[in-house]
């Protein structure tokens, strides 16, 4: 059996999408899905339970008390961690369990779509060259479904108190220990505009700054989109919105850690659209 957790804080209006797309592996019995509702003061465990899945609340919002949360309710493997926004199919994950302890292979994650569709076009300007970042191509990062070999797992007792949980988990296994899945997909809802994009991008910085100052080392690279334009030409109209973004980012986190500030919430405008 494989094991999913999945960690939820107010996904109320999106977490029946992830649980309706899991339904075949649960009824089926090839999936045991846990749903770690933290914080939550919507109906997020309540519709989740209609799912038939287990479901654990505390009351605390914090993901990776979630997140180990779940790992305390789970025994088997492999294990995959799914953020609730996220759609990802049965057959996908069932796919990518079975990448898994082939040729070295401890850890693995979809190819990722992000859906567009209903956002501006500055931001799907923007997504355009971010999601052809060597950051994003080249990592199980981001991607909001994570899956790993009990070996894989074994690399780490329980998850630490950090903002980016998905980069920190990708840099526990090497590069040839992990593999993107070129046959499943991973779809995650873009931002509708500008504002919450910024919003959601301070987060993702501060995790990244977080990280780099654990690890002792950079992770990303402030040039890379340089080089995704110089292979894509045509991506040049997206310069100015990516550019943009970036610079607000950046002047948002810079302002927010000068005053300390730390309420880092999520970016609300895919849920609103869902509800």
Not at 23 to 52: F, M, Y
Not at 128 to 146: T, V
């Amino acid at each position: 059996m494989i094991a999913v957790v999945v960690p939820a804080h107010n996904e109320g209006p999106v977490i029946d999408t992830l649980l309706r797309a899991l339904a075949p592996g649960t009824e089926a019995g090839t999936l045991d899905v846990v749903v770690v509702a933290n914080g939550c003061s919507d109906d997020t465990a309540q519709r989740a339970r209609e799912h038939g899945v287990r479901v654990i609340e505390l009351e605390r919002g914090h993901k990776p008390s979630a997140l180990n949360a779940g790992d305390d309710m789970l025994e088997t493997f492999p294990r995959f961690y799914v953020d609730a926004d996220v759609t990802v199919t049965a057959d996908g994950i069932e796919q990518l369990a079975k990448d898994l302890d082939h040729n070295g292979t401890l850890a693995v994650s979809p190819v990722l779509r992000m859906d567009t569709s209903s956002s501006s076009r500055l931001v799907r300007a923007y997504f355009r060259i971010w999601e052809r970042l060597p950051s994003i191509a080249d990592s199980l990062a981001s991607r909001g479904c994570m899956g790993f070999s009990r070996s894989g797992r074994n690399r780490w007792e329980s998850w630490p108190d950090v903002t980016a949980d998905d980069h920190w988990a990708n840099e526990q296994v090497s590069p040839g220990e992990r593999r993107v899945s070129p046959d499943v997909e991973s779809v995650v809802a873009a931002p509708s505009d500008l504002r919450h994009l910024v919003e959601r991008k301070r987060r993702t910085r501060r995790g990244g700054i977080e990280l780099e100052e654990q690890i002792q080392r950079d992770v990303t690279s402030n040039t890379a989109w340089l080089g995704v334009v110089r292979a894509e030409p045509r991506l040049v109209m997206c310069v100015p919105a990516y550019v943009l973004v970036t610079v607000l980012v950046r002047l948002a986190t810079w302002r927010d850690r000068r005053a300390g500030r730390d309420d880092w919430s999520a970016d609300r405008s895919s849920r609103d659209r869902a509800a």
